[in-house]
């Protein structure tokens, strides 16, 4: 643990400077971060910072949807959205009337998918229509479903509704929300600086005894969600398979927001279950941005957080490691989006020697002077944009190069194109000046992310989730490391033909009768 | 290379910049917690009865940041020496209201070229790479009503950025090829402005609401595109972009007087030349009355059969006050009630927590600056369940007319407006930008002083009023994006009928042509 007068303390201005001439300077910025680890395991990130009277608030546990299975996937995502519900305290204005009424419509949801289930064998056997018409489901599925009504309808009654919202709310916090990625689950909200106790009561509230109230619902308005996001967009379910194409055996081919048939089937006993396995202290780490007394918060972290009793068991590893590609694999979609290509290949995960050289080789090939632009948009004209990026997630990574092409063009031209830049990769050095200029936007960058409270929250959690925060300060250095031949290394290494996964877009013919562009078609 | 101060002088000098805002904030007193030792009993049973200390926050006084340039601009300085970074930002009044008419399109193209098309000095390629490995960023862009161009930098570079800038604001070279190739992207996105249903509800909302000759609405069209030519941009240019015509935000590490003095270096020639078509006409305003009644894109699916999509997005509202009426701040309570408070807010608690029928669902109210503004509220829902939804959006603006809001809905509105007061202030780009904003617009400097006692006043009988005189159902506008055919089976009618007038006829509005904006059957 560290106590800083300054939260961020700089190396000085001379280093600053150099930076953008001298290749090996030290990079420019610390983030001075008090760590705490409680007793029962929850780690506690504190960074005080003068400015706006608002502290950044919030805390990640280390879990996402790599750590779900088939069946239950979606799940991580749609337990983020029950941890809004309330708890015994926040939520209700009868506990024990409450319980008894989500024990009921639990129990009439289990002898619903009996008959669901039923449904589903006559629907395989071609004996019942897909999806099911209200005079498919038998007598006894109607009755609970009617059941299932009239018991939702009498938990309304005995809500608070929205509780945990009002509370906020009504103190002037703003921004509370909560987002769910593969890798980690991160809440947050900005609550004014003399409300951190507020923070600190509701969120140790929520981890010590959440009540998922209004489950089935919320799992309808996932099911929204899902519509929104991926399929009532021109490209979201593409995208979704094209996810399930490049991971062969990664839980990182299931998308975040879960398949269809699992949102709607998770029961609140496999929510009850992964909150007991995953939101265990030891999986968390809390932390706060902005205008506080660290010992302070210390002192109400230990109150409150304090009550959290370790969890008995470690949470499971994630086993399942992508298999190792032997083939190309591509897919040619007819959707209603400009014609495109884009091309992944298998890379390495987060925090992994070889990341940073591919990432400045992502830089390198993209913006308004990277090669891709120069090369594709400029030169030879075959695209209209394109860019290329590493990403790396926490059990393994992969690199995307992508264009869309220009009217005339096919998305065949894109991806030869593409294929050749990275190809000349593999031979050539890039030259000192490229490498430094993208090694600058990158030192500039260092700065720019720390402007916001809050975003230096949501990177601090993030990083905590994967590796640990401090590589905020110690991921720099290793990207100004980086010399030519690593990215020509890395550029042979990874940019094989069977590593990748290719995904075409053609524009999909307008329907009959529809008013339609004739010029934009593809060839 | 100019020194920079010690970290004991950074400290100083940030007191200086937190000045801008007085903020005082007494922290939990230390005795309290002494005496209280952490631990269990000491938590309070419920988060109401905790007590905070006070926070006493003032926003920033705009007279003080004020300065007027002898050359015409006035400019608002907000020092901050945290982080070595300076935000500059020049805004013009005029945007696409002054396009010729058959040109439109013309101010946008304009707005970008004048960062994409070099400057009279540098060709395109050499200013992007010059700003690319200084690690600097720069923008421009002209909307409807205001345009603006922008540079963020480190601040070691700032003489260096301002002078690249200052050349691209007096003298864009817009290279014709820049703007081939922005005319080429711009007509491919034109030919697939029919593929998202949320960019298709934007477009016609406006047309309904504004009327469709109106600049605000999408006019642009591959005919519009093709009169331009590299003269108009230059024309328009020279039009919006003249020293009596900016207001100039800065923020960062900069020194106030050495940064006025840098601008009026920069400017005082310029402002001596003619100022062409200047001072700028004020903004018109609609002539059109918005048609109420049910309004029905059919987002079809595609030739081979393949499903339209699954969910409806919903627009339902009408025009609105503009932003200098008394009424303002009683407007903002009653919408943030109504839909505009997240889960706490009417629509979205019916609609979403207790239905499950969506996940995004609200309402805005944005009051105009030169013209009318608008109330919307929204949703999007699975197709069968638009009607359903659509019935509790009309309930819910009904009930907010006929009844009064309850102590409870009053106090969570007020008290969020004014405890989230000082996020509008949070960093020094926000106050720089608030101030140029509302310069330009010419909002009282009254105004953020009183906001918060005025919203103070906002009586349960002020909210009914309010709610009375603005929401009107006999102006009411219904849009619905989706598979018309589904929705509409779904009961979407039935919901709306007696309730929106005229609403008993459905109102196809059929695709336009993707680039000609030609509307089958005529408009």
Redesign the interface.
């Known amino acids: 643990m560290g106590t800083a007068?300054?939260p961020?303390?700089?190396w000085?201005?001379?280093t600053?400077?150099c930076a953008?001439s001298v290749p090996s300077a030290l990079l420019?910025?610390r983030v001075e971060v008090e760590e705490h680890v409680l007793e029962n395991g929850l780690r506690l990130l504190l960074l005080p910072r003068?400015?706006?009277?608002?502290v950044a608030a919030g805390w990640v546990a280390r879990v996402g949807s790599v750590n779900e299975r088939p069946g239950i996937t979606g799940l991580a995502h749609l337990f983020e959205h029950m941890m809004?519900k309330g708890t015994r305290?926040?939520g209700t204005r009868d506990i024990e009337r409450n319980l008894e009424v989500m024990a009921d419509l639990d129990r009439v949801k289990a002898e619903l998918a009996r008959e669901e289930e039923a449904l589903r064998s006559r629907q395989r056997l071609g004996e019942a229509p897909e999806p099911a018409r209200p005079e498919d489901l038998s007598v006894r599925h109607r009755e609970l479903l009617e059941e299932l009504a009239a018991l939702a309808k009498r938990e309304?009654d005995l809500l608070v509704?929205?509780e945990f919202?009002?509370?906020y709310?009504?103190?002037?916090?703003?921004g509370?929300n909560a987002g769910t990625t593969s890798d980690y689950t991160i809440y947050f909200v900005?609550v004014?600086?003399?409300?951190i106790?507020?923070w600190f009561?509701?969120e140790s509230d929520r981890l010590l005894n959440p009540v998922f109230r209004?489950f089935?619902?919320?799992?309808?308005?996932?099911?929204?969600?899902r519509?929104?996001r991926i399929?009532?967009?021109?490209t979201g379910r593409f995208q979704e398979e094209f996810d399930a194409l490049f991971w062969a055996s990664s839980p990182y081919g299931w998308p975040v927001i879960g398949w269809p048939s699992d949102i709607e089937a998770i029961t609140r006993d496999e929510a009850l279950e992964f909150f007991g396995t995953y939101y265990a202290p030891q999986n968390i780490t809390t932390c706060l941005v902005g205008?506080?007394?660290p010992a302070?918060a210390l002192?109400l972290a230990?109150?409150?957080f304090?009550?959290l009793r370790r969890g008995p068991r470690e949470p499971p590893l994630v086993r399942t490691r992508e298999v190792r590609q032997l083939a190309e694999r591509r897919m040619t979609a007819?959707a209603?989006?400009?014609p495109q290509a884009r091309i992944r290949f298998h890379t390495v995960p987060d925090g992994h020697s070889d990341e940073p050289a591919l990432v400045l080789l992502g830089e390198v090939l993209s913006?308004?002077?990277g090669r891709l632009y120069k090369a594709l948009?400029?030169g030879s004209q075959v695209a209209?944009?394109a860019a290329a990026y590493q990403r790396g997630l926490k059990h393994e990574g992969y690199f995307e190069a992508e264009g869309?092409a220009?009217?005339g063009k096919a998305p065949e031209d894109v991806e030869r194109a593409l294929l050749g830049e990275l190809d000349k990769l593999k031979s050539e050095l890039v030259s000192e000046?490229e490498l430094?200029?993208v090694k600058?936007?990158r030192?500039?960058?260092d700065?720019?992310r720390?402007?916001?409270?809050f975003h230096l929250l949501l990177q601090l959690l993030g990083r905590d989730a994967s590796r640990s925060w401090k590589t905020i300060n110690t991921d720099p250095p290793r990207f100004e490391a980086v010399r030519a031949e690593d990215l020509r290394r890395v550029a042979e290494s990874y940019f094989r033909p069977e590593n990748r996964s290719v995904i075409l877009y053609h524009t999909?013919?307008?329907?009959?009768g529809?008013?339609?562009?004739k010029?934009?078609k593809s060839p | 290379m100019k020194p920079r101060p010690a970290p004991a002088a950074v400290a100083i000098a940030l007191a200086a910049g937190i000045a801008a805002s007085s903020v005082a904030i007494a922290l939990a007193a230390a005795s309290s917690a002494a005496e209280d030792p952490a631990g269990r009993d000491a938590v309070v049973p419920h988060p109401r009865d905790l007590v905070f200390p006070e926070l006493r926050f003032e926003p920033p006084d705009r007279a003080k940041h004020r300065h007027e340039l002898p050359s015409g601009p006035v400019v608002y300085v907000v020092e901050d020496h945290e982080l070595p970074l300076v935000d500059v930002t020049v805004h013009v009044r005029g945007g696409s209201y002054l396009e010729p008419s058959g040109k439109a399109g013309l101010a946008a193209l304009t707005g970008s070229q004048i960062r994409s098309g070099g400057t009279a000095r540098w060709s395109p390629e050499d200013f992007d790479e010059e700003l690319a490995f200084l690690a600097a960023t720069m923008s421009s862009s002209i909307g409807d009503t205001e345009g603006s161009a922008s540079f963020n930098c480190l601040s070691k570079d700032l003489p260096r950025v301002l002078d690249l800038f200052s050349d691209m604001l007096w003298s864009p070279r817009f290279d014709p090829q820049r703007l081939e190739l922005k005319l080429s992207q711009d007509l491919q996105d034109l030919a697939r402005r029919n593929d998202q249903t949320s960019a298709i509800e934007a477009r016609e909302w406006e047309r309904l609401l504004r009327g469709s000759g109106f600049f605000t609405t999408d006019r642009v069209t591959k005919a519009t595109l093709g009169t331009i030519s590299r003269e108009d941009l230059a024309g328009f240019h020279r039009r919006l972009f003249h020293p009596r015509n900016f207001v100039i935000a800065v923020a960062g590490d900069v020194d106030a007087r050495g940064i006025l003095d840098a601008l009026e270096g920069s400017l005082k020639d310029w402002a001596r030349e003619d100022w062409p078509g200047g001072p700028i006409p004020p903004v018109p305003k609609p002539a059109a009355v918005p048609a109420p009644g049910l309004h029905v894109v059919d987002k079809a699916g595609d030739a081979g059969g393949k499903a339209a999509v699954n969910q409806g997005r919903v627009s339902i509202g009408h025009r609105a006050a503009t932003r200098d009426h008394p009424d303002f701040h009683a407007l903002t309570v009653m919408n943030h009630i109504l839909g505009g408070g997240g889960f706490t807010s009417r629509i979205t608690s019916r609609v979403r927590s207790d239905e499950g029928l969506a996940y995004s669902a609200g309402s805005r109210l944005e009051l105009g600056v030169h013209f009318d503004g608008t109330f919307r509220a929204f949703f999007q829902s699975k197709s069968e369940t638009v009607g359903r939804a659509a019935r509790i959006v009309l309930e819910e603006i009904e009930r907010m007319r006929k009844e009064s809001v309850s102590g409870e809905e009053l106090e969570t509105a007020v008290n969020h407006v004014i405890g989230s007061f000082p996020r509008l202030f949070a960093t020094p780009q926000l106050v720089t930008s608030a101030f140029a904003s509302d310069e330009l617009t010419g909002r009282d400097a009254a105004f953020w002083r009183t906001y918060r006692e005025k919203v103070r006043k906002v009586t349960a009988g002020d909210v009914l009023r309010v709610a009375r005189e603005h929401l009107k159902p006999e102006a009411l506008v219904v849009l619905v994006v989706g598979d018309a055919a589904a929705i509409e089976k779904g009961g979407l009618r039935d919901a709306v009928e007696g309730k929106v007038p005229g609403a008993g006829k459905v109102r196809r509005i059929p695709l336009p042509d993707p680039l000609t904006l030609e509307y089958p059957g005529g408009d």
């Open positions: 007068p300054w961020l303390r700089r000085g201005v001379f600053i400077a953008l420019a910025q003068k400015g706006d009277p608002n809004f305290v926040i309304q509704k929205n919202d009002r509370i709310t009504s103190a002037g916090a703003s509370l900005s004014p600086a003399n409300k106790e507020l009561w509701l209004e089935y619902s919320e799992r309808d308005v996932v099911r929204e969600e519509r929104m399929e009532s967009t021109p205008d506080f007394d302070r002192e230990r109150k409150y304090g009550r007819q209603e989006t400009k913006g308004r002077t948009v400029l209209n944009d869309v220009k009217p000046r430094q200029k600058n936007q030192a500039a960058g700065f720019r720390l402007r916001s409270s999909q013919p307008p329907p009959a529809a008013p339609g562009p010029e934009t």
